[in-house]
């Protein structure tokens, strides 16, 4: 290419720009496969059909949701039919392999267009911080999280052994984790840490924030959401302990709900009301299927509205307000954060109190039933004085309107070096981005 006086060639890296290409020929050839195998004319009805059996299905899936006894059984049977219908219209038509072919090519070109679009770690990965060294660091250790990580992994005696004051949470009686902690502070402490439930964690972490000291996840609990999020290690939680003798510090967000902090996520509405249930535990999936059909009704619930920044969402079953957007492209906007330092809640709402709003969930519209979005702040109102919330999976009552803010990097985690779980954000598949990379562009010099 020839290049003229004055301009100089301001190109992204050679194999983006091939993945980009390479994504931009399977798309095409995955087009051009069916009309050229079968003509225009069948391809029109193959889609045709496909969207039938996938609306077919939706609606069957959400049927099986809001009823019980024979209706949710023939939805299930609706549902599941569909598919080999499906299949044996393409094996009677021909089009089977044709099908095949192309769902592989639409596979790997958005395979290839994930490749050219991935960010680098730099713009990826939270910032790293220098760790200051701590002398008296104390740590709030619950026995019974995770099945009983904390005497399993020994991590009391390894955590006094690197100079660790330790208090156990072992005692049938309620501790004040939050007066725990400030007493620590107040009696020298200069980190503070938890080995626990997220809800624990949360609660630590508001203390370590409000007196700027360092926070340390020891991923102890049960899930460990927040410590993914982190990238620590969830199989050993004694490598978390890493972090005492040589460590570096991310700053992260704080979430707070009615003067409540959590650390990833306040759930509204459907999810909910089925923590709420006694038989929650012991049975997950029954009480879900036995409880949705009365909490999925267009008349049901509390009436909650979602006000989120100058939206205003009315009538969802469901709002979900995390300490940062998650990264992922699924339905439901859940997965996990590959940063919590964008000073901004994620929001997620969803709206099915009929099947006109379930088949919109796929499109993804804000008028199909879904809302994605990121805010400084979220209202949840509701016409009842009091709505269960789920908070970093614990269920708890809160007077209305409940208010949801953001504390932007109020939070010094101190995390080990090695993180095993860190893992470089998933593009979005912008494909205005991807057609600017197919070629070098020009600029003024």
């Not at 009805?45 to 609606?59: D, F, Q, T, Y």
């Not at 080999?84 to 392999?97: D, G, N, S, T």
């Not at 205003?312 to 957007?325: R, W, Y």
């Amino acid at each position: 290419m020839r290049q003229e006086p004055g301009t100089a060639v301001d190109e992204e890296p050679v194999s983006r720009r091939w993945w980009a290409r390479a994504a931009v020929a399977a798309v095409i050839v995955a087009l051009l496969l069916p009309v050229t195998m079968s003509g225009l004319r069948a391809l029109v009805l193959l889609l045709l059909v496909c969207i039938a059996c996938a609306v077919v299905i939706v609606v069957a899936i959400y049927w099986f949701l809001i009823s019980r006894g024979a209706i949710r059984a023939l939805a299930a049977v609706v549902a599941v039919i569909q598919l080999p219908l499906l299949a044996v219209f393409l094996i009677r038509e021909r089009q089977l392999w044709v099908v095949i072919a192309s769902g592989a090519l639409v596979v790997v070109a958005i395979a290839c267009a994930r490749r050219a679009l991935r960010p680098t770690r730099a713009q990826s990965l939270m910032p790293e911080h220098p760790a200051t060294p701590v002398s008296r660091p104390f740590l709030v250790m619950n026995p019974r999280s995770g099945g009983g990580k904390v005497g399993r992994f020994d991590l009391q005696r390894r955590a006094e052994e690197l100079g660790a004051e330790v208090a156990l949470l072992s005692g049938p009686e309620q501790v004040d984790v939050t007066e725990l902690a400030r007493d620590a502070v107040r009696r020298g402490a200069d980190l503070l840490g938890v080995a626990g439930d997220d809800g624990t964690q949360a609660l630590v972490a508001a203390v370590a924030a409000e007196q700027q000291v360092p926070f340390l996840v020891i991923s102890a609990g049960t899930r460990n959401h927040f410590a993914l999020d982190l990238g620590l290690d969830r199989r050993d939680p004694t490598r978390c302990l890493d972090a005492l003798h040589d460590g570096i510090e991310l700053h992260v967000d704080l979430g707070w709900i009615n003067g409540r902090p959590f650390v990833n996520n306040a759930s509204f509405g459907v999810y909910a009301e089925v923590v709420q249930s006694p038989q929650y535990r012991d049975d997950k999936t029954g009480t879900v299927l036995r409880m949705l059909p009365d909490l999925l009704g267009a008349d049901s619930g509390p009436g909650l509205r979602a006000r989120i920044g100058d939206d205003t969402v009315t009538g969802p079953q469901a709002i979900l307000v995390s300490n940062g957007p998650y990264a992922t492209n699924d339905l439901a906007g859940l997965g996990r954060r590959t940063r919590i330092d964008s000073g901004l809640l994620g929001v997620v709402t969803v709206s099915v109190a009929d099947t006109r709003q379930a088949v919109g969930l796929l499109r993804r519209g804000h008028q199909q039933g879904l809302v994605q979005r990121t805010a400084t702040q979220v209202i949840v109102d509701a016409d009842a004085a009091e709505i269960p919330v789920g908070i970093d999976g614990e269920s708890v009552r809160l007077r209305t309107p409940v208010r949801c803010t953001i504390a932007p990097g109020a939070l010094r985690v101190r995390v080990p070096r090695e993180r095993p779980e860190i893992r470089v954000a998933p593009p979005q598949l912008d494909w205005v981005r991807l057609r600017d990379l197919l070629r070098p562009r020009l600029s003024g010099g």
